[in-house]
């Protein structure tokens, strides 16, 4: 009574109760006692209003999952990059919805592997030709050196001569020439008494020597062939590097 300007008076028709701390509705804009300050409690008109508001606003579109037996439904629109079909987020991945566009596994490691094995034929292919080349080139580099401490059969005309760096059996470096008319037989022959390498060629039931690149192909397996058909063919090279081993 003594401060009759102090606080507010409920708005409430039945209460009317001065409150020191009164609350304002936030709808209505009046002030209530924390009895009825809630929209409910005074039933505030404006609270029914904006309640009757939201119930008019249109619900946002949902998204059905595409997959049969799935009613899960999304907010956000996820269409499969293959299929173009939208499925939920448990079924999104193309082996999750069976998608008609998945490729089986199978099929597709077949196909990688019929690749790799392409592009391994065709690097074979390359890395035979670089090879090749490389030892043709490194032949005639080394054929300098070779013609000047070769030794040989003095009476071969320098134009029938083929020089040789061979390796014994016995881990011995001798250089050599022979004439490209010769046999394989008889090449092999001579290499083996210029190095004093034990030659069982003609015996039957014991090792006999043959020549290999250095990468360990047999130069050839026919003894009657001559220097010049394996020239010819590009399997020897004059100033090449030979290996001399025993086999069975």
């Known amino acids: ?16 109760q001065l409150d020191l701390l009164p609350i304002l509705c936030s709808y209505c804009q009046k002030h209530f006692c924390k009895a009825h300050f809630q929209p409910f409690d005074h039933s505030c008109p404006s609270y029914n209003d904006s309640s009757s508001k939201l119930s008019e606003t249109p619900s946002p579109e949902m998204h059905v999952c595409s997959l049969v037996n799935c009613s899960t439904k999304e907010l956000i629109h996820m269409s499969c990059s293959f299929c173009d079909l939208h499925f939920c987020l448990q079924h999104r991945h193309q082996v999750d919805h069976q998608c008609s566009k998945l490729e089986k596994p199978v099929e597709k490691m077949a196909q990688t592997a019929e690749l790799v094995k392409q592009i391994q034929l065709k690097n074979m292919g390359k890395k035979a030709c670089r090879g090749g080349k490389s030892e043709k080139l490194s ?34 470096q001798v250089a050599v020439f022979v004439s490209k008319f010769w046999s394989m037989g008889k090449c092999i022959d001579y290499i083996a008494s210029a190095s004093k390498t034990a030659n069982f060629n003609n015996i039957a039931g014991k090792p006999h020597l043959n020549l290999f690149s250095p990468a360990g192909d047999c130069l050839s397996e026919q003894k009657d062939i001559t220097i010049a058909e394996l020239m010819e063919e590009e399997v020897l090279f004059n100033g090449q590097s030979v290996v001399m081993k025993y086999v069975d």
């Open 139 to 172: 032949a005639k580099v080394q054929l300098m050196k070779l013609k000047q401490n070769s030794t040989g059969v003095n009476e071969l005309p320098a134009e029938e001569r083929v020089y040789f760096s061979v390796q014994t059996p016995l881990q011995v």
């Open 1 to 16: 009574m003594e401060f009759p300007s102090l606080g507010e008076r409920c708005n409430m028709a039945v209460c009317q």
